[in-house]
């Protein structure tokens, strides 16, 4: 029955494996949905669009802009269009030009290569408008054309959807085919780098549960010299790996480099339980030759022990459920009920199965009396006996030297920390960094608190400042930030357009110009086709009966059906008719009106929205939001957080240089003697013409549109304003307006939110260790019914850990995601060795009547044996992690194995040792009866010598 019920969870939990698991593409954003950082990114995208779905290729080439090498870029760009889930690519063979187009009366983008070019003369034609493009430069060229770059928009929706397909894949592949024209192509962008990622998890995950199954598999059959015991042990890791794969497409959860970890962490895991466990079935067996009550026995006395070590080591990896990470909490999810699994299948399979087979033989126990397993055993009696201060003296050293390197750990973290020198990503990484600066999004969001943030001559001037002042900040020598973009860019493209092309004129003078330049210019931004629009909603909204209004706007809004909202009726459905005549339905049309006024005047905005085309991805659709975007080098957490808090002093002396003045304006209005003197004094300030612009007016403007008596006073004397100094009214339009010149920014982007979030995630692993340690400690309580057994074996485990990290700050491996997990890893299994020992230790305490030394002494005998077999199959288990590309999966194994083996060392030396030395004082009585029975103490009963007593 149980066979079959495993059978059968097997077979669900494999059909969910090969159906529902899938690889997560994103960078996961780890701070969780409240965090203020995380709501400013996602405003971000819910304002401009995702801020990383470009993927970017390179090509240097001295001969880019030959006809034969031209084509070919220009091909290869026409080639990727073509591939499915690719919104747009942008290159000097596809890129447009802002053209003034006198007779349209218009702006116009328009492609500088309109078809491919066939002569030299068509190439040559296309570099000089090309170079003249200044708003490009350093963004898709550099200033000497030999290098270039080709920008390939991806859809977003598609490439983090579950059917994003291969294009990825199919880009890279068909820029290969390019190669011998355009030879060195370079790849990078968030898109491929994310695709490699996810591609070498898949990849590797195959590998590596391959790898760890052939190592265990080798050094069990080094150890119990049978094949059966190793196809025994694979059957219940391999088991435990189909049920944790399942386990994922069940739950519905992404398969990430963090959840990769857990299939080949089963198979380290689940092996020692059945080394545990077949070591306890041989000895048995050795004891008294009988099979089936040695299987018996392994259940009885070491079942209820095996299952508190994997509970342990389930509560260690649970812990993470606690975070507020939400990828951290689904590898907890998924690693506390796998590691309680293969407790279950191990517990259940290895009786049956040996149940089955036929008895060991003297070779398969053989391992039992290894010599070198009795040399090393022995050797540490001796310490543990003879050397017990010299272990104290070694300890504290190591120790102290431990935490010397403790003091050097650092806590950092990038988007490409993980890639190994040499990967080709990395280097193309590196590459582009070189040559301009940084691909990774770094986004600066200001609120100019008005609709109108692209008329605002102040506030585009300081965003020029500001970008200028950035892009030439440096990092330890090095510029990190490559060439930006924002509205002020935009605005100069369109100077340099208006004024005929030439790229002297791209600059902001725009805003210099007067009378009919100006007002040329606005009608040419919107275009003769809002112009009209404007024409028919003054002509609309006329003065009339409500019924001609809405009868009027109801038919010009059904030729725009899709921006006409559904509870709106067509003209037609406004008439009652009869048989002779029609009316209006009255009635109905009163209550509309105020929804047909309020849907013209939507639509005409988002349709003068549309015409800001230059400006579209640098102003949201309301006008009051605008974005300067960055691109920085992939810096590591800690630096991020230095650079970050730079540029918030350099935007904040740009940004609001007059802060502080505008605040002692508004106080010394407000609050002075003479009022009507203060405000006279700042409206003819120099101040106020170079900062803040025409207050005066807006106040007035403001006023009189909520006060008509104050408006038509107004008109007949320009002084009224003054008047009204100590009314509400004027009041709260002053103290508005005089703010709306104090700008807001927010500092966002990939870049950003993944270093806050590296910083966030360790923070919170962290906490996770610290509860672990809380969990287990009370599991010992509960066990041991001792608080000063519980300090005790606490200590041998805090030992590995410091040692960790000590390694750790003297090697430079600094603490990031993938290697934090090492202390909470090593910490749940270690921990499993301290209560196979104390448990066995308060089982000999009652079988020698509590002679301290001798049970000690037996217990380490006895438990040694499979401590060292687990630990070494643990330590070139977690050596596995090593073949890894990924760098921080290197560290982990690393890390994870020489934690292990000094967990070993601990819990054979330091705490036998701890026991010897503080004898009865820990041995109390509480001990003696403990709360949570995992040992089967009963004292064996040997059938054979059983009578039966026949009653008289």
Sequence with gaps: MILIIIAGLTGLFGYFAATNVKVNTKFANMLPPEDPMRKDHDRLRAMFGEDGNIMVIGVEDVDLFKLKNFQAWYDLGEELKKIEGIDSVFSIAHMYALNLKEDEKRFKLELIT???????????SVRDVVMNQVFYKDIIYKEDGQLSLMLITVNAEKFNGLDRGTMIKDIYEKSKEYEKTLPNL?????????????????????????????????????????????????????IGVIWSFGTVGMLDYRLTMIMGLIPPLIIVIGIPNCTYLLNKYHAEYVAHGNKIKALSRVIQ?????????????????????????????????????????????????????????????????????????????????????????????????????????????????????????????????????????????????????????????????????????????????????????????????????????????????????????????????????????KKMRTKLLADGTDSMKVLGISAYLDSFPSH?????????????????????????????????????????????????????????????????????????????????????????GLLNPAKDSINYYKTQVLNSNNKEQALKQLFGSEFMDKHLGNVRWTIQRRMSEQDKAFGQKLEDDPDHLFTQIDSELFKTNFTTVLDENVYTYTITGTSVVFAKGTTYLVSNLITSLLLAVLVIAVLMALLFSSIRMVLVSLVPNFIPLLVTAGIMGWAGIPIKPSTV??????????????????????????NQSWNIRGSVLNSLSETGVSMIYTSIVLFFGF?????????????????????????????????????????????????????LEIIDEEEDI??????IQKDE
């Design 114 to 124: 309109k078809s491919k070019p066939t002569t030299q003369a068509q190439v040559d």
């Design 186 to 238: 370079r790849y990078s962008g968030l898109p491929y780098i994310r695709d490699v990622v996810a591609n070498s998890v898949k990849g590797e995950l195959k590998i590596m549960i391959g790898l760890a199954g052939i190592v265990t598999a080798l050094i069990l059959f080094l150890f119990y010299r049978s094949i059966v015991v190793v196809i025994a042990c694979l059957v219940v890791v391999f």
């Design 301 to 533: 006395k070491i079942g209820n022990a095996t299952f508190m070590t994997n509970m342990t080591t389930a509560m260690g990896f649970g812990t993470f459920i606690f975070t507020n990470s939400s990828k951290m909490q689904q590898f907890g999810v998924v690693a506390f009920i796998n590691i309680i699994a293969v407790f279950l299948i191990s517990i259940c399979l290895i009786p049956i199965i040996f149940s089955f087979l036929n008895p060991p033989t003297t070779k398969h126990t053989k391992h039992l009396e290894k010599k070198w397993v009795e040399i090393a055993v022995s050797k540490l009696v001796l310490w543990v006996t003879s050397y017990r201060k010299w272990v104290y003296a070694v300890t504290i050293l190591i120790a102290g030297l431990s935490a010397w390197g403790l003091s050097k750990l650092v806590t950092t973290g990038n988007i490409s920390s993980d890639l190994p020198n040499g990967n080709p990503v990395l280097e193309d990484l590196q590459y582009f960094e070189k040559e301009f600066g940084g691909v990774m999004p770094f986004e600066v969001v200001v609120d100019a608190n008005t609709r109108d943030a692209i008329q605002n001559k102040h506030l585009i001037h300081r965003l020029d400042t500001i970008q200028r002042a950035v892009e030439s900040y440096k990092l330890n020598g090095d510029k990190i930030f490559a060439r930006s973009l924002s509205v002020a860019d935009a605005i100069k493209y369109l100077h340099q357009a208006y004024q005929g092309g030439d790229s002297s004129n791209y600059n902001l003078g725009i805003f210099d110009m007067k009378g009919s330049d100006k007002s040329k210019l606005k009608k040419y931004l919107e275009g003769p086709e809002i112009q009209s629009w």
């Design 564 to 652: 006409k909202p559904g509870d709106l009726e067509s003209a037609d459905d406004l008439v009652v008719r009869s048989d002779t005549d029609f009316t209006y339905d009255s009635e109905r049309i009163a209550s509309l009106a105020p929804k047909y006024y309020e849907s013209v005047d939507s639509l005409i905005d988002e349709r003068l929205s549309r015409t800001r085309n230059v400006a579209n991805g640098f102003v949201d659709s309301s006008g009051r939001y605008t974005r300067i975007s960055f691109q920085i080098a992939d810096i590591g957490t800690r630096e991020m957080e230095g650079v970050t808090d730079d540029i918030r002093t350099i935007i904040d």
């Design 821 to 846: 997990l090492v202390f909470s890893i090593a910490f749940g299994i270690s921990i499993d060795d301290t209560i196979h020992f104390l448990a066995k230790y308060r089982q000999e305490l009652k």
């Design 879 to 931: 050596c596995v992690f090593m073949y890894s590309s990924f760098g921080g999966t290197v560290a982990l194994g690393l890390l994870v194995s020489i934690t292990l083996l000094v967990a070993m060392l601990s819990n054979l030396v330091v705490l036998p040792s701890l026991l010897l030395w503080l004898d009865k004082t820990i041995t109390n009585k509480a001990f003696k009866e403990p709360l």
């Design 942 to 947: 040997e059938l054979d010598e059983l009578e």
